[in-house]
């Protein structure tokens, strides 16, 4: 008896301890943005732009754009509150964005960490890059549709089953905090009413040094990871013949045999389908040609790309953390840092084209 | 004078204080519907006493009558060996007069002083005739529902059963009702402590009425203050053979028509009678189903104000649209929406129970079109939760006892309360309470919840799924049966009839 009473009493009190947030009393972020103020007298040194969805009772949604500008980007959120009916909340928040200035001048890890610490906020929140204005970007209209759902959606997709390799919050501060990787995050920028994945971000630390073109990102992905998706590549065998190859599943292999003589050997695969010829018949003696030409194109622009990574000394392949996982005792990252740019990395490639249509 | 009146009436209706037979036909005399009459003989006479609404008055002027006045009656003896019926008692006990009279039996004197007596019993049967189940329909499977009348409802089980270990232990219960109660068990199957549980607990009820069996069952069950039947009620005689044949123990009782089922287990409140008819996979999605259903009913309302109040985060985006321009007008938090709305369903459950069943439907109708609909146009409720709550009590009514299916929308206040102040944490809570409650019910002292606990793996075969009937060849542990083997099962050779 005594205990229930107990039991009563202490439920009754500690109710008071939780705080509610009824769904309709709330503004919920879905996506946020930082970029630095205009040059012309702005107080403070980030600006913050919220977009806010709000649901009208006929189904219409508008999107609410609170603007701030602060010291810290923590006092941000209690000035987003001095201008908004409802207090303001995080739990929803899809996709943070931070514009190329900030990223490539101030840094953004100190604005990721916010994010971080928030306990309502997910780790899978998409980041990126946005190379137009900020404020330009989030105050478009996108339709009927709130805005951080839009380019969630957007940037979730293109990693699914696009080119773009997965990037997340999680994603991001493992990359940045382990040994032997750089975060990269996908580079969005404004068109006309759209937003378009213009490529990814190459950081070295938490600053943007480099970016990698989005018609280059098949052969980024097939040296990343593991990937199958609807993404295509377009072989030219001369002027008039050309051919899209769909790639159903692709594979890297690491041989780090010979590290200890500075070798690395990058293997990939695809496996591809035909999709598109513009030829005039696809004998096996083409088919094989397509194969080699993909081969060569990918080998070319791979190789390219990972002397490009070497001489910014980034490490977006996460070459680094692989060699760590193979190292018998520690790990030494300096000495690995200074390694790395000389070491001799080649990639080769093999292209298998499993189908080629289905009238032969 | 009130008092006068109050002692008088004491006086009258015990058969302790009267002292002899005349002056217990004396009191009895009160009774307008008490008929008494000498018939005068040349050389004998003798004096009739008998209730007019409980003697079969027919069968008493065709076949008793004319026995006792084709020859002059000497003794009283005479009686038993002329009349051709049999159970012709003869006493001189007051207390058993009273009792028999009572029942219908006709009272013989000699003479209008002689202090014993011939009862011969010529009772009226009136019994509503069997009719289909009403409660526990189904659509394949015998039709016949207990009715009122306990010597029926017996038949209905003998008939079923007809084997001599089916023991009919028999015992009157309420000091003024005197209801008749039988225990029905099979000898030498059902466990004799559970026998002997039901006996006890039957004879040391104290009450003055006992009207219908559901006021038995609680008195006799375990838990009196748990919200969950511990026994199961069924109006359907192939059931009580069934769970007879299993080893459980019925209670039968004179004026109602249900019968009382015990040991049961929590599994069993959700596996309809039904299920033993159609296939064993079938069977077991209906189960499945119905699981389901009930943790739905339960759950959802709760789970529906918890995430609203407290956890915005857990609504998926392609969601969240839906439900926040839902509540976009409404004044109330979910709490008091919810509320709201569960307690007009129960308003219309409760109103439709009390109605005659044909202004029922139309309160139903009214109900469930009317007020939903105008209190989503008012901005009272979010047409979300309207589609929740209706589902909710829909999903309810899914369990097979109908007393069940009451617990079950009752448990989801208490889930409400604790979602509003708690969110899912207080859900959390509370399921663990109910599951603690669970955990401690018996019924007839045997554990509630097995067997998930204690965990029976071979008790399995018939709960959450129901095995095929070949499986079902040992009763239940539970029952701690005194037969724990039902049959052996015979392996039949495939016959292989595909000539290729």
């Not at chain 1, 790990?331 to 249509?357: A, C, H, L, Q």
Request: net charge negative.
């Amino acid at each position: 008896m005594t205990r229930l009473f107990l039991f009563l009493v202490s439920m009754i009190l500690l109710t008071g301890c939780v705080q509610k947030s009824i769904l309709d009393d709330i503004q919920m972020v879905t996506i946020i943005g930082y970029d630095l103020p205009d040059a012309d007298g702005e107080m403070g040194q980030i600006k913050g732009i919220a977009v806010s969805p709000q649901y009208e009772a006929d189904g219409r949604i508008e999107n609410n754009v609170f603007v701030q500008t602060a010291e810290l980007s923590k006092e941000i959120r209690s000035q987003y509150n001095s201008e908004s009916p409802k207090p303001f909340v995080s739990g929803k928040l899809e996709v943070a964005l931070f514009s190329q200035d900030i990223a490539e001048t101030e840094g953004i890890i100190e604005l990721v960490d916010t994010l971080q610490r928030d306990p309502s906020i997910g780790s899978r929140v998409f980041l990126g890059i946005s190379s137009s204005d900020m404020e330009t970007l989030l105050k478009t209209n996108y339709g009927n549709v709130d805005t951080g759902t839009f380019i969630h959606d957007t940037l979730s997709h293109n990693s699914r089953h696009g080119m773009l390799p997965e990037t997340n919050l999680h994603d991001f501060l493992y990359n940045f905090y382990s040994e032997g990787n750089d975060p990269f995050l996908p580079l969005v920028a404004l068109d006309e009413d759209k937003v378009k994945i213009m490529g990814i971000a190459l950081f070295k630390g938490d600053k943007m040094v480099s970016s990698i073109d989005a018609k280059d990102l098949f052969t980024f992905k097939v040296l990343h990871q593991k990937f199958s998706s609807n993404d295509s590549f377009t072989v030219s065998l001369n002027d008039e013949e050309h051919a899209a190859i769909y790639n159903i599943a692709s594979k890297r292999d690491l041989n780090l045999k010979m590290i200890g003589s500075n070798k690395i050997v990058l293997h990939g695969k695809v496996l591809g389908v035909i999709k598109e010829y513009s030829g005039e018949k696809l004998t096996p003696a083409k088919l094989k040609e397509i194969e080699m030409t993909m081969e060569k194109e990918i080998e070319k622009k791979g190789s390219e790309m990972i002397e490009e990574f070497q001489s910014l000394n980034i490490d977006p392949l996460s070459l680094g953390n692989n060699v760590r996982s193979v190292t018998r005792g520690d790990f030494n990252k300096e000495d690995w840092n200074k390694r790395y740019p000389d070491m001799d990395i080649t990639f080769k490639m093999d292209v298998t084209i499993t189908e080629s249509g289905v009238i032969e | 004078m009130v008092k006068n009146m109050l002692r008088w009436l004491k006086k009258s209706r015990s058969p302790d204080k009267l002292k002899n037979l005349p002056e217990l036909i004396r009191n009895l005399k009160d009774s307008g519907d008490f008929l008494h009459h000498e018939s005068k003989q040349k050389d004998s006479s003798f004096f009739i006493y008998y209730f007019k609404t409980l003697v079969h008055e027919t069968e008493l002027n065709d076949h008793i009558l004319p026995y006792l006045v084709e020859k002059p009656l000497k003794t009283l003896q005479d009686i038993p060996e002329r009349v051709p019926i049999p159970g012709v008692i003869i006493s001189d006990d007051l207390k058993e007069i009273c009792e028999k009279v009572m029942r219908g039996y006709v009272i013989i004197r000699l003479n209008a002083n002689a202090k014993d007596c011939a009862l011969i019993p010529s009772q009226v049967k009136k019994a509503r005739a069997v009719t289909q189940p009403e409660v526990e329909f189904t659509v394949v499977g015998s039709k016949e529902a207990f009715v009122e009348s306990l010597d029926t409802n017996m038949h209905l089980v003998r008939k079923r059963l007809p084997v001599h270990e089916l023991k009919a232990y028999e015992l009157t219960v309420g000091k003024l009702t005197n209801t008749k109660v039988v225990v029905l068990y099979l000898d030498g199957i059902a466990n004799e402590e559970n026998v002997n549980t039901v006996k006890q607990r039957l004879e040391d009820i104290k009450v003055d009425q006992i009207v219908d069996s559901s006021v038995l069952m609680q008195l006799i069950t375990d838990n009196r203050n748990s919200p969950f039947p511990q026994l199961i009620d069924t109006e359907r005689p192939d059931r009580v053979t069934s769970v007879l044949c299993e080893g459980k123990v019925v209670v039968l009782s004179d004026g109602s028509p249900q019968a009382l089922i015990g040991p049961t287990t929590l599994v069993e409140f959700f596996s309809a009678f039904e299920d033993y008819f159609v296939n064993w996979i079938v069977a077991s999605s209906a189960r499945l189903i119905r699981i389901f259903a009930i943790l739905f009913s339960i759950l959802v309302t709760p789970v529906y104000v918890a995430t609203l109040t407290y956890h915005y985060e857990l609504i998926p985006k392609d969601l969240l649209g839906t439900l926040v321009s839902s509540r976009q007008r409404i004044p109330l938090p979910p709490i008091l929406e919810a509320i709201f709305l569960e307690l007009s369903i129960e308003l219309l459950r409760e109103a439709g129970a009390r109605l005659p069943t044909k202004v029922g439907q139309t309160i139903g109708i009214v109900g469930g079109i009317v007020i939903g609909t105008a209190s989503v146009e008012a901005g009272l409720t979010s047409n979300v939760l309207l589609i929740i709550v209706a589902l909710s009590a829909l999903a309810s009514f899914t369990t097979p006892v109908y007393r069940m299916s009451n617990t079950i929308r009752l448990t989801r206040f208490p889930f409400l309360l604790f979602a509003h102040l708690w969110g899912l944490l207080g859900v959390t809570v509370c399921f663990s309470f109910l599951i603690a409650h669970l955990l401690k019910l018996k019924s007839l002292g045997r554990p509630f919840l097995e067997p998930l606990y204690p965990l029976r793996v071979q008790d399995l075969k018939d709960a959450i799924i129901r095995f095929p009937l070949k499986f079902q060849n040992k009763r239940p542990i539970h029952l701690q049966s005194e037969d724990t083997v039902r049959f052996t099962p015979v392996t039949e050779k495939e016959k292989n009839d595909f000539h290729e």
